[in-house]
């Protein structure tokens, strides 16, 4: 019967603490050694600082994609407040609206809940304000 090696367990952990025992190799062998400077690519200057595209002084930088006409109030991105005064009036939650269209949906909430005709006050002059908030920007 063939005999079997025992040992006893051991906690590399605090023996690598200790410095007992070195830490295991890289399994990837390409791994370039750290004394090593870095190898430069490309053209271009060999100091530390990235050369290429776009890193430059005069690289195009990148935006939203929206602009400014975009981050209105009737643009395809409105704010929070913009997002709650069409909502108000009945209008679509995004994309980009016409001040037409603004003045229709508000004349129709007009009409509706105007005071004369049965509607509250304090509705009215939210319906208002959401139609002067969209159209003022």
């Given at each position: 019967?063939?005999?079997?090696?025992?040992?006893?367990?051991?906690?590399?952990?605090?023996?690598?603490?200790?410095?007992?025992?070195?830490?295991?190799?890289?399994?990837?062998?390409?791994?370039?050694?750290?004394?090593?400077?870095?190898?430069?690519?490309?053209?271009?200057?060999?100091s530390g600082k990235a050369t290429g595209?776009?890193?430059?002084?005069?690289?195009?930088?990148?935006?939203?994609?929206?602009?400014?006409?975009?981050?209105?109030?009737?643009?395809?991105?409105?704010?929070?407040?913009?997002?709650?005064?069409?909502?108000?009036?009945?209008?679509?939650?995004?994309?980009?609206?016409?001040?037409?269209?603004?003045?229709?949906?508000?004349?129709q909430a007009a009409a509706e809940h105007?005071?004369?005709?049965?509607?509250?006050?304090?509705?009215?002059?939210?319906?208002?304000?959401?139609?002067?908030?969209?159209?003022?920007?």
């Amino acid at each position: 019967m063939p005999q079997t090696l025992q040992h006893r367990p051991v906690d590399l952990a605090a023996e690598r603490v200790a410095g007992l025992v070195a830490p295991p190799a890289a399994a990837d062998s390409r791994r370039q050694p750290e004394a090593a400077e870095p190898a430069s690519r490309g053209f271009g200057k060999a100091s530390g600082k990235a050369t290429g595209k776009g890193s430059g002084k005069g690289r195009k930088r990148r935006g939203t994609g929206l602009t400014a006409a975009d981050r209105g109030p009737l643009g395809r991105s409105p704010d929070l407040e913009a997002i709650q005064a069409r909502h108000r009036l009945g209008l679509a939650l995004a994309g980009r609206l016409s001040p037409l269209a603004v003045n229709r949906a508000w004349k129709q909430a007009a009409a509706e809940h105007h005071p004369d005709r049965g509607g509250h006050h304090g509705t009215m002059q939210a319906i208002n304000a959401a139609r002067d908030l969209l159209l003022a920007g």
